[in-house]
Each structure stands twice: as C-alpha cells, then as structure tokens.
C-alpha cells in the first residue's frame, strides 16, 4: 500500500440520499484494539449513524463495529466514541450545527496512512419533493449519457 493510498471500509451511501451535504471534513477516531482489527477486517456499519457537539468534544453516535473473532476482550458494537479534530474547525462546527437545523452525518469511513478516519459532512436533511427531484435530475442525466455513447457511436 502507498503512503497516500487511502482505503475504504465502509460508506453511507444513504445519507446522500436523505442531506444536502453543504461541507466535508475529516476527523479521527479514538478506538480500542479489536475496534481497529474489525475495520481492519473491513466490517463497519455508519447507517442510521450520526454525530453531535458535547462540552466541547465532538462524539460519534450509532457505528456498528462488530465484534473482532478470536478476542475475548471485545469491545460494545455500539459505543458512543470519540471524534478527533482541530479547536478551530470544532468551533466553526459547533456554531453551523447549533440550531440551525444542519446535522453532522457520518459519509465515509477509511484507513489513510494506516490511521482510521472518518469523512463527515454537514448537511441539511432533505423534504420528500427535494429527494424527486434529485432523482430526476439523475435520470436525466443518465439518459443524456446514455443518447451521447449511441450518438458517438
């Protein structure tokens, strides 16, 4: 593996679904040993998950992380856990989720230079009409490629 390779255990494709996603930014994570080794083992879930602003810290609610096989000190699948970012960027956060009705949603979760991350994205939960018309905004746009690749044939 590269030193800048960056390799992906789980995403939440759903959240795209659900948010406009306005912002992205990556923060650590603090884990347990048999929590690496199970997202070593490439097992995550981030649906349904999210994150919130507490006395100053930043926490990371409802990430499965199964059990690691073969452990006998396992750690809780469902622990609130910790999320490591700079003063600066938790304080811009904290002002832009406080109130406002914007969330901290968990998209991506990877390993970048051996160290686990996870790519969060402040975003606004979207209205029934909101989520038709993304999903027509993309058919469209599949059936243009699709007109293009036989027109350019």
């Known amino acids: 593996m590269a030193a800048n390779e ?3 255990i789980c995403e939440n494709r759903k959240a795209r679904h659900e948010y406009t996603i306005d912002e992205h930014i990556e923060a650590g994570m603090v884990l347990t040993g048999s929590e690496v080794k199970s997202l070593r083992a490439g097992k ?3 649906s349904d998950s999210y994150a919130i602003a507490k ?8 990430v ?4 690691y096989m073969g452990n006998h000190y396992n750690h ?4 609130t856990r910790k999320l490591l970012v700079h003063k600066a960027q938790f304080t811009k956060l904290a002002k832009r989720i406080e109130g406002t009705g914007f969330s901290l949603i968990p998209l991506k979760m990877y390993f970048k230079e051996g160290i686990a991350k996870i790519e969060l994205g402040v975003g606004r939960g979207k209205k029934a009409h909101d989520k038709r018309i993304t999903i027509k905004e993309r058919e469209s746009k599949r059936q243009m490629e699709k007109l293009r690749k036989h027109v350019q044939r």
């Open 64 to 67: 499965h992380i199964p059990h």
């Open 76 to 79: 809780e699948p469902l622990r």
């Open 55 to 62: 006395s100053n810290e930043l926490w990371l609610l409802n």
């Open 6 to 8: 960056i390799q992906i």
């Open 44 to 46: 995550a879930n981030l």
